[in-house]
């Protein structure tokens, strides 16, 4: 069974965000990085990933995109496309924290499959 794991915001400061999110809930900064496309603080309340992103080239604030850990990739990746969903892109280093399959609902809705999860999420 899928379990909800992840769920990524796009905020205008990370560090503020972080800050309000570490001193209102007592969330706990799992990591940080920065890539080609933005940075990213990831906060974790022991279950759930909570991944502030400030993505170049937007001005989106709010909701981004949510993912599940699973099982298996593969058989999951062959029902997501069976039931009208399509793959969007990877994401990370396969078998690492953080690594993800990144996918489209038949809306378009953006989500994220993994199977090593994310940080703080174990």
Do not use: C
Not at 46 to 69: C, P, Q, S, W
Request: glycine share 14%; hydrophobic share 40%.
């Amino acid at each position: 069974m899928a379990k909800l794991r992840h769920i990524a915001v796009s905020v205008k400061n990370l560090e503020e965000s972080a800050q309000f999110y570490e001193r209102v809930f007592g969330l706990k900064r799992v990591g940080a990085e920065t890539l080609g496309a933005g940075s990213g603080i990831y906060l974790s309340d022991g279950v759930v990933n909570l991944a502030l992103l400030k993505l170049n080239g937007t001005d989106f604030v709010g909701t981004h995109h949510f993912g599940f850990i699973v099982d298996d990739t593969e058989s999951t990746r062959a029902l997501i496309e069976a039931e009208g969903g399509s793959f969007f892109m990877k994401f990370g280093e396969e078998g690492k924290e953080n690594a993800e399959d990144k996918f489209k609902d038949p809306e378009g809705v953006i989500f994220d499959i993994s199977h090593t999860g994310w940080a703080g999420t174990v």
